[in-house]
């Protein structure tokens, strides 16, 4: 079994910045891509950011110059520093793991349960 658990949601001012963390843990044999999408109220879920096993970066056009990803490869965490917040980042964040549970097996993506950033004054 999988988990990534998300931390690091909130409420923040327009303006403020956020920080959100994703953990996997449980049987994993190699990580590929982590990353980040987020699912507005009555839009679909969107590509936020991502990053893969050499540290290759993507990032939404909506987000680039404010947030950054990073990664602790050792601890398999991923991390997004959101600044710059604005309403419009109001979202669930999702995070998710593009990953092989074991040598040989296909490689699966997981997703965490979600968290909730809010930006409003």
């Known amino acids: 079994q999988v988990q990534l658990v998300e931390s690091g949601g909130g409420l923040v001012q327009p303006g403020g910045s956020l920080r959100l963390a994703c953990s996997a843990s449980?049987?994993?044999?190699?990580?590929?891509?982590m990353g980040w999408y987020r699912q507005a109220p009555g839009k679909e879920r969107e590509l936020v950011t991502a990053?893969?096993?050499?540290?290759?970066?993507n990032y939404a056009d909506s987000v680039k110059g404010r947030f950054t990803i990073s990664r602790d490869y050792a601890r398999n965490t991923v991390y997004v520093q959101m600044n710059t917040l604005k309403p419009e980042d109001t979202a669930v964040y999702y995070c998710y793991a593009d990953l092989r549970m074991y040598n040989y097996s296909p490689i699966t993506t997981y997703w965490g349960q979600g968290t909730q950033v809010t930006v409003s004054s």
């Open positions: 990053i893969n096993s050499v540290g290759r970066t």
């Open positions: 449980g049987s994993i044999f190699s990580i590929n891509a």
